[in-house]
């Protein structure tokens, strides 16, 4: 399982720029394109893929609500990386 950072590509990046402008068709194509990464940030933490799984979903739902602000878009996959640390820290506190 690999948490290495997708690398960001100039169509990936109009992507999250169609996403930011509303469309529902590109917020999945990044759902989809870097799902299984926030899997595996997920698991290292939970240790458990039923759960990353689950969180990882908190995590799509996090950044639907950031997206909209979001400007650095050749760190896309560091700022993911983070929102799925922080959510899993969050998830093991409780």
């Not at 590509?9 to 529902?24: C, R, V, Y």
């Not at 899997?39 to 996090?62: C, G, I, Q, R």
Request: hydrophobic content about 40%.
């Amino acid at each position: 399982m690999s948490r290495k950072i997708p690398r960001i590509t100039p169509e990936e990046i109009q992507t999250i720029k169609d996403a930011q402008a509303g469309s529902m068709k590109a917020f999945n194509r990044i759902f989809h394109r870097y799902k299984g990464f926030v899997d595996n940030v997920l698991f290292s933490y939970t240790k458990d893929m039923d759960e990353a799984k689950d969180l990882t979903n908190v995590v799509f739902m996090k950044v639907y609500d950031k997206l909209s602000k979001f400007n650095r878009y050749e760190s896309f996959g560091g700022w993911l990386r983070i929102l799925a640390k922080n959510t899993a820290i969050d998830y093991l506190r409780t």
